[in-house]
């Protein structure tokens, strides 16, 4: 048996998964959090980003058994946080979705910068979200998004 903390409650996986399955699939087939995405696999593309302790981190890459005691926080977690639902309204504000698959780990990317830097300058947005790939390229909303969160008082 695994038990994870996951969006502040602490979740039992049953017997029979392996602590080597990523977290990415024991969030989805298992916890029934679909709103994390499978992208590349390879942790490049940034579509399954979650936090991890507050960190943002791949859960294509990231075994479940390597999470241990630390509090995992997903798209569906993240929104019931200050920052996050500031970056959520922010992100309907600015109207970035376009298919909208890649917007769970662009999200996940921006609450995690806006949680040590409240008013990123560009460079600060650059190195967040790189690895964060949009297939439609809405990083011009993206970064204004991100922008129109960090001007609002928490």
Excluded: F
């Amino acid at each position: 048996m695994i038990h994870i903390s996951v969006n502040g409650q602490m979740q039992m996986i049953e017997d029979g998964v392996d602590p080597k399955t990523p977290l990415l699939w024991v969030l989805r087939d298992h916890l029934n959090l679909v709103g994390t995405k499978y992208g590349c696999g390879v942790a490049m593309c940034g579509a399954c980003t979650v936090h991890v302790d507050g960190k943002p981190v791949r859960s294509c890459q990231l075994t479940v058994g390597d999470v241990g005691t630390k509090a995992v926080t997903t798209i569906e977690g993240v929104g019931k946080t200050p920052i996050g639902a500031k970056v959520q309204a922010a992100w309907v504000e600015a109207n970035v979705p376009q298919c909208g698959y890649c917007q769970a780990g662009q999200i996940m990317s921006a609450a995690a910068l806006l949680s040590h830097t409240p008013n990123p300058d560009d460079s600060d947005i650059d190195a967040a979200m790189a690895g964060n790939i949009c297939r439609c390229g809405t990083y011009i909303r993206i970064r204004r998004a991100i922008k129109n969160a960090g001007a609002k008082s928490v």
